[in-house]
């Protein structure tokens, strides 16, 4: 299946460039980047403020080469049926009780409202971003993964699939998300619902989610197969394996 559409995570320009264009700009400024994409940098003290203050778990707000962009960008991908009424999540894989869920029964399940940070391992982080929806955590309750489950793998509209270990999967922090910054996911960030993992490289955060697969042997996911590293840890600099 062609995939021109989705954005390699990869930087594709040399880094000191990108560093020296993004110093000359100012900050709030809306830069309109190769392809029509546009993005919003944040100031260079503001920057430099994140680089010196921590998370309360002692890591620092902007892991390291990363830099601040005050809006999600819009990194692309095969864009799903973004219609809630047709959108159901499947939940299944290593568990006892399979189900599957449409939009309204979603909303009908606890939601969280959660401000966190994101990072892109083209070198973004965006900071305090505001996301609502359901803790993976109580999908899984529901579904009661068995004791063989160690990872899950998140499955996409076209094909897209990314990796993560159960125990950060089930991190309260680890939602499939509908809403962001109050209003209703936009089309390009993942319509009707996305998973969100913000302590992992945003790629592993599958936009137009369609399941959650729980399993027992890992299955390295759409860019961990092509060169990114299975893990994805902002801190640790995992971008690559
Ligand atoms: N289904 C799907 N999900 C995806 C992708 C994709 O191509 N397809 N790209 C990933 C990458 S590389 C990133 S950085 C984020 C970007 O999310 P955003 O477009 O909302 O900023 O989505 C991730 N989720
Ligand atoms: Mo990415």
């Not at 100031?43 to 994140?50: F, H, K, L």
């Not at 579904?143 to 499955?155: C, L, M």
């Not at 969100?196 to 790629?203: G, S």
Request: charged share 25%.
């Amino acid at each position: 299946m062609p995939n021109t559409a989705r954005i390699s995570p990869k930087p594709i320009e040399p880094s000191m460039q990108r560093r020296v264009f993004l110093r000359g700009i100012t900050a709030g400024t809306l830069v309109v980047a190769l392809g029509g994409s546009t993005y919003v940098c944040a100031g260079e003290q503001e920057e430099e403020r994140a680089r010196q203050a921590k998370r309360p778990d002692g890591r620092s707000r902007l892991p390291p080469s990363q830099y601040l962009l005050k809006r999600l960008r819009p990194m692309g991908g095969e864009e799903g049926d973004a219609s809630p009424g047709h959108w159901k999540l499947r939940v299944y894989g290593e568990v006892e009780q399979p189900f599957e869920v449409g939009f309204g029964e979603l909303l009908a399940m606890p939601q969280v409202e959660q401000t966190c940070d994101v990072h892109c391992v083209t070198k973004w982080t965006m900071l305090d971003a505001h996301f609502t929806g359901v803790r993976i955590a109580d999908l899984a309750a529901r579904a009661k993964p068995k004791s063989s489950a160690r990872h899950v793998v998140f499955e996409a509209y076209g094909g897209y699939t990314s990796n993560v270990l159960l125990r950060e999967a089930l991190a309260p922090t680890s939602l499939v998300a509908h809403r962001h910054e109050g209003q209703p996911l936009a089309r390009p960030n993942g319509a009707p619902v996305r998973a969100l993992v913000p302590d992992l490289y945003f790629w592993k955060s599958a936009k137009w989610l369609t399941g959650i697969r729980f399993v027992t042997i890992d299955e390295p996911g759409y860019w961990e197969v092509r060169g990114y590293n299975n893990h994805a840890d902002p801190w640790k600099e995992e971008r690559y394996s």
